[in-house]
Structure formats: C-alpha cells, structure tokens
C-alpha cells in the first residue's frame, strides 16, 4: 500500500512538470508570436508609408512633367509665329511683320506740319522726330484704327531730331534692336504717312550704318526706302518686326538715299527724357 501511494505522488508530480513544461512553452510561444505580430504590423506601417510617400513623389513628378509640357507647348507656339513671320521675311514678304507692326505705328500732326510716330511703350509713349513737332501749338495723334489723342510733349531735342510724346491708355508697341548688330544687305521697312497717305509700307536694305548726319553724330543707317515727306518719325523695321532706326531724312531729290538714327541712340534719349529706364 505504501508502494502504491508513493507511486502515485511520482506519477502525479511528472504529470505537474509535464504541465509546467506545457505552460511554459505556451507561454514561450505566445511571447514569440505577440513580438513577430507586432513586428510585422510594424513593418507594414513602414512599407505603407513609404508607398505613400512614393505615391506623393510620383504626383509630384507628374504634375512637374506636365507643368513642363505646358511650358514647352507654349514656348514652341511662340516659337513658331516667329518663325512664320522669319519665313515670310525672308521669302520678301513682310506681310506677318506688317500686320503686327502697324498697329503701333501713328500719325502725328501739328496745325503746321504731319508726320509719323510709333509706340514704344503700353503705357502710350510715342516716339517722333523733333522738327515734326517744332513750333505747333497743339500735337494730335491719329492711330491705325482712326481715333484721335491729344498728346503732350515729354521730351524734345532738336540736335538728334528725337522727341517723346506721351497719351492715355494701353497700346501695342513695337520693341527696339540692338543697331549694333544691324548688317549691310539686310532687308527692312518703313512705315509711314508720306504725304499725308495713312499707313503707307515700302520696303528696302541697309545700305550702310554708322553714317554721319548733319549733325556731326555717325550714328545713322543708311536705306534704299523710299522715304517722303510725311515718313520722318516712322519707325525702320527688321526681318524680325523689331525697330533698327528712326527714318529721319533723305539727301536731296534723289532716290535712295534715306537715313534713320539708330535704335541705340534713340533708346537713350527715350531714357533721359523720362530719367528712369523705359526701354532696355
């Protein structure tokens, strides 16, 4: 009998620590898969916002390729009318440089003499010749579609023949070039009111540069355009629509031998009469 219980308590006390070994291991595993499942949730938290992230950065790519494309869609097109308007230059056919160009070209009048101007700038300054304006009481302009402004007289002088006239409102205008780079053989334009004819065109070359005029500067290019009474004032213009000189005056009767003070200078007087930077 005494065997037999002290059997018993054997027994039993393995099955405790067969128990106790189970627990453990229990224990054990669910320490291990609490500390894996928290580490994988972990891990996808991480992967989930780093996908956001990749996912911002692809939008953000995006919208920068498309803000690109936009801006090269629009850089070509601006590209292209200027092609178009080179291609027709230089096929002797100003026509695309004209139809822009001549909005901005005027007609200025005095109770004692007319001539031209032209637009140099939004805001309605209007750049003339000196003795076009010399001695009037009163200077009118007259633009392309036929309405009339009251000018006043910013600024005038007679030794480089340049005076800046100023009326209200918003304008097209016409961009200078560098006269530093104007070539012999080039083709150009005048536009003009020769002989009181509104808006008259003729077309020519420069036939020389950096001619001395009468007044002792060597600052004049010299054109084959035909020039009247009535053009001086009016802008000489490039293959590119933009203005090389001033048409000024013409050597006698003879044909042919017209001279525009350069854009260079004219910029500058521009400048001085309104002492600040108008024009680059």
Same mark, same amino acid.
């Given at each position: 009998?005494?065997?037999h219980i002290?059997?018993?308590?054997?027994?039993?006390n393995?099955?405790?620590?067969?128990?106790?070994?189970?627990?453990?291991?229990?224990?054990?595993?669910?320490?291990?898969?609490?500390?894996?499942t928290?580490?994988?949730?972990?891990?996808?938290?991480?992967?989930r916002g780093?996908l956001?992230?990749?996912?911002?950065e692809?939008?953000?790519?995006n919208?920068?390729?498309?803000?690109e494309?936009?801006? #090269?869609?629009?850089?070509q097109?601006?590209?292209?009318?200027?092609?178009?308007?080179?291609?027709?230059?230089?096929q002797?056919?100003?026509?695309? #440089?004209?139809?822009?160009?001549?909005?901005?070209?005027?007609?200025?009048?005095t109770?004692k003499?007319?001539?031209?101007?032209?637009?140099v700038?939004?805001?309605?300054?209007?750049?003339?010749?000196?003795?076009?304006?010399?001695?009037?009481?009163?200077?009118?302009?007259?633009?392309?579609?036929?309405?009339?402004?009251?000018a006043?007289?910013?600024?005038?002088d007679p030794?480089?023949?340049?005076?800046?006239l100023?009326?209200t409102?918003?304008f097209?205008?016409?961009?200078?070039?560098?006269?530093d780079?104007?070539q012999?053989?080039?083709?150009?334009?005048? #536009?003009?009111?020769?002989?009181?004819?509104?808006?008259?065109?003729?077309?020519?070359?420069?036939?020389?540069?950096?001619?001395?005029?009468p007044?002792?500067?060597?600052?004049?290019v010299?054109?084959?355009?035909t020039?009247?009474?009535?053009n001086?004032?009016?802008?000489? #213009?490039?293959?590119d629509?933009?203005?090389?000189?001033?048409?000024?005056?013409?050597?006698?009767?003879?044909e042919?031998?017209?001279?525009?003070?350069e854009?260079?200078?004219?910029?500058q007087?521009?400048?001085e009469?309104?002492?600040?930077?108008?024009?680059?």
């Amino acid at each position: 009998m005494h065997r037999h219980i002290k059997r018993l308590k054997v027994h039993r006390n393995v099955l405790y620590g067969i128990v106790f070994v189970l627990l453990t291991l229990q224990i054990i595993t669910f320490v291990s898969v609490s500390s894996q499942t928290t580490k994988i949730i972990s891990d996808q938290d991480k992967i989930r916002g780093n996908l956001d992230n990749y996912v911002d950065e692809i939008k953000q790519e995006n919208q920068v390729s498309v803000n690109e494309i936009i801006k #090269i869609i629009a850089d070509q097109k601006t590209d292209f009318s200027d092609q178009i308007n080179l291609l027709k230059a230089t096929q002797e056919d100003f026509s695309g #440089i004209i139809e822009n160009s001549v909005k901005a070209v005027v007609s200025v009048r005095t109770e004692k003499s007319i001539g031209t101007g032209f637009l140099v700038s939004p805001a309605g300054y209007i750049v003339t010749n000196s003795h076009v304006i010399t001695g009037g009481m009163f200077v009118k302009i007259f633009d392309y579609d036929g309405q009339e402004y009251d000018a006043k007289v910013i600024g005038n002088d007679p030794f480089t023949d340049v005076a800046l006239l100023k009326i209200t409102g918003l304008f097209d205008s016409l961009e200078f070039s560098n006269s530093d780079d104007v070539q012999v053989g080039e083709k150009v334009i005048a #536009i003009g009111n020769p002989l009181g004819l509104s808006f008259t065109v003729t077309q020519g070359i420069v036939s020389a540069v950096h001619r001395t005029g009468p007044n002792g500067l060597e600052d004049y290019v010299q054109t084959d355009v035909t020039l009247n009474p009535g053009n001086s004032g009016g802008p000489l #213009i490039d293959k590119d629509g933009k203005v090389i000189g001033v048409n000024n005056f013409k050597l006698g009767n003879a044909e042919g031998l017209g001279f525009a003070l350069e854009s260079n200078i004219i910029k500058q007087k521009i400048n001085e009469f309104v002492n600040k930077t108008l024009i680059e």
